[in-house]
């Protein structure tokens, strides 16, 4: 800026340079000029405001504050143009010479040169060496004339007037009220803006909560809703304004599980509303398209999909978030990543957690529902992040052997534990129906331990990640070291006899062996089985068998894991193949009836590659039974 007042000037920088660095390495939206137009114009409205509470003798004292957004008729022929008006605090010529006249102070000139050819450069490294969101404008104009008076009622009114190139002129301008108007004459290529039902629209997607009314039209309609839901007390809010906004958001109609609406000043500054979805799939009418929250400050949209503010494994959920003490970049788009952000993520993530842990204290009912639908997210968490673990633990739910097809939590399992029990037993399987079949529960039943069920596919995922929970170790219960307490009758000096000869029990034992080969490490009887005639258990130094479950869900390179085959001398059908074998050795049913055993056990695991493969074998089963 020249030192002497005159009526043209050079801007202290290389304008046409900046402006196209700030125009197409900045800015991704070029809706953006009108909400940092509006947003200039509710500052100025805000400083007009404090100048009054102590200071009536101004110009036009009773004016409305408001903004008005308004598109001329214009010759045919001749360029459109729109009109942005405010009745803030307005400038002098000598304030347009210095408030839009230098763009860039010391050093941001280089650093801007640079961040041209560079895009990985931080923009945010120059926050507060110049506002640029002005100069937004000129992504879609050929001309900008600002016409402003000042408050002050002896000022006179004066028009600033720039094509964005290295000049600009001021000169003196008829304006009886006071306040500022940004003329703009739209390049070709935006006359799109010239249409009063787009200005709405990006009135209402950026600014709809400016705190100043925005008119768009000659109709004089108002475009914003002015009052930001977020920033009222939670008190003051009725259910059905909650719904109203959540459907106006996110045009989903069915209502959200939770809200969570709150606000705090320590140790940061924060307005949040915030909803949790009924499903977690939106419908083909959603208007949210992509996770995010959505970030204001000021009552200002920044980014309209906010991913800082919530882990991924909460990305479901959507709202609000309005902060005044967050920092920004130049073009407003991106949030700096700093101490502040940290902590804004940090209080909004244990709000949300809290209104969970709540949801499922108040309302077991809906959490059910919730689980079911997004369960799987925190689960995926524990995979993903191992911060997360203590955060998301409390929230999972299982089906158990004693919770009677219900959910529990793994809090409720502990306070359900015998004092004498110093682990988590958990089954994995493919349904509930074939885990609380499955002869590992044998001997738990017996000692009425309780045992949760993992059946989700991506249990298997997560069970490598959970090696305790408050102390508690988390045990698989195919673990072959597990020990349980004796039972009173094993103990007993009377306990019954098998019925089974040893020699016939070892000969079983041995035609199990040759006929499942090396399929299987081991071949030994049971201790702890009761109604099962086999099980199958991983042998102590088996350290990937999580990974081949994977692998089968994968499909991913999947072999039958080798594992320990225990039987149950007492079982009727083992003690009929002993006999079968000590009578009959040559009798086909013998290996068809112990290949049938070993499938029936890989399919309770979860470990059988292909079921269906066991069909011709049942059929011989069946012809072989029913011909004698």
């Not at 919730?370 to 689960?379: C, D, L, T, V, Y």
């Not at 989700?456 to 045990?475: C, H, N, Q």
């Not at 035609?511 to 030994?524: D, N």
């Not at 009887?525 to 999580?546: H, Q, Y």
Request: hydrophobic share 40%; charged share 30%.
């Amino acid at each position: 800026m020249n030192e002497q007042v005159q009526d043209s000037f050079n801007f202290k920088t290389e304008v046409k340079q900046l402006l196209h660095i700030l125009v197409h390495s900045l800015y991704k939206d070029r809706d953006i000029f009108l909400r940092e137009l509006v947003s200039n114009a509710s500052d100025a409205m805000t400083r007009m405001h404090f100048e009054m509470l102590t200071n009536r003798d101004v110009l036009d004292p009773d004016a409305e504050l408001a903004i008005h957004v308004e598109v001329p008729e214009v010759a045919e022929g001749e360029p459109k143009q729109i009109i942005i008006k405010d009745s803030g605090i307005g400038m002098t010529k000598d304030e347009l010479v210095t408030n839009l006249g230098t763009i860039a102070q010391s050093g941001a000139r280089e650093f801007l040169a640079k961040m041209g050819e560079d895009e990985t450069l931080d923009p945010g490294d120059v926050i507060g060496q110049f506002g640029v969101g002005f100069y937004s404008v000129f992504m879609i104009a050929d001309e900008v004339r600002v016409v402003s008076r000042s408050y002050k009622k002896r000022a006179k009114a004066a028009v600033w007037i720039s094509d964005g190139s290295e000049s600009f002129r001021v000169e003196p301008a008829e304006k009886e009220d006071r306040g500022t108007e940004i003329h703009i004459i739209l390049k070709k290529d935006a006359e799109e803006f010239a249409n009063e039902w787009k200005l709405k629209q990006i009135v209402k997607k950026h600014s709809d909560f400016v705190r100043y009314p925005v008119y768009v039209g000659d109709d004089k309609e108002q475009a914003n809703r002015q009052e930001s839901l977020w920033r009222k007390s939670p008190s003051d809010v009725t259910a059905e304004e909650y719904k109203q906004f959540y459907q106006q958001m996110t045009m989903d109609f069915e209502e959200p599980v939770a809200t969570v609406h709150f606000a705090s000043d320590m140790p940061v500054n924060v307005r949040a509303l915030l909803f949790v979805p009924k499903k977690r799939e939106g419908g083909i009418l959603a208007a949210r398209k992509e996770p995010g929250v959505m970030l204001y400050s000021h009552n200002v949209l920044i980014q309209e999909y906010c991913t800082d503010l919530l882990p991924n494994w909460l990305s479901f959920v959507d709202g609000v978030v309005d902060s005044e003490d967050i920092s920004l970049n130049v073009s407003r788009e991106t949030v700096q990543s700093n101490r502040i952000m940290a902590q804004l993520a940090k209080t909004v993530k244990g709000r949300v957690l809290r209104e969970l842990k709540k949801l499922a204290t108040d309302e077991p009912e809906k959490y059910v529902s919730f689980w079911g639908e997004f369960g799987r997210f925190f689960k995926e968490a524990v995979a993903t992040d191992f911060s997360a673990k203590e955060d998301v633990l409390p929230l999972f739910r299982y089906v158990s052997s004693k919770s009677d097809g219900k959910l529990t939590s793994l809090d409720e399992y502990i306070e359900r534990m015998p004092e004498s029990q110093t682990e988590i037993y958990y089954v994995l399987g493919d349904s509930i129906k074939s885990v609380a079949n499955s002869p590992h529960l044998d001997p738990f039943k017996a000692r009425d331990l309780e045992v949760l069920y993992w059946v989700d596919p991506i249990d298997p995922f997560v069970s490598p990640m959970l090696a305790e929970y408050k102390e508690k170790k988390l045990r698989n219960v195919d673990d072959a070291s597990i020990e349980l307490p004796e039972l009173a009758e094993e103990a007993a000096e009377d306990k019954p006899e098998s019925k089974l000869e040893e020699a016939d029990f070892n000969r079983v034992i041995g035609r199990f062996v040759t006929t499942l080969g090396s399929r299987v490490t081991e071949v030994r009887a049971s201790k702890v089985l009761k109604n099962s005639p086999i099980r199958l258990v991983s042998p102590e130094d088996e350290t990937n068998r999580d990974m081949q479950r994977i692998q089968r869900i994968l499909d991913q390179n999947y072999e039958v894991p080798k594992k320990i085959v225990e039987v149950n001398r007492n079982h009727p059908l083992i003690a009929n193949l002993a006999h079968l074998v000590s009578d009959s050795p040559d009798n086909e049913l013998i290996n068809l009836t112990i290949e049938q055993l070993y499938d029936s056990a890989l399919v309770q695991e979860g470990l059988h590659p292909n079921p269906t493969e066991m069909v011709p074998r049942i059929q011989q089963l069946l012809e072989l039974a029913t011909a004698s």
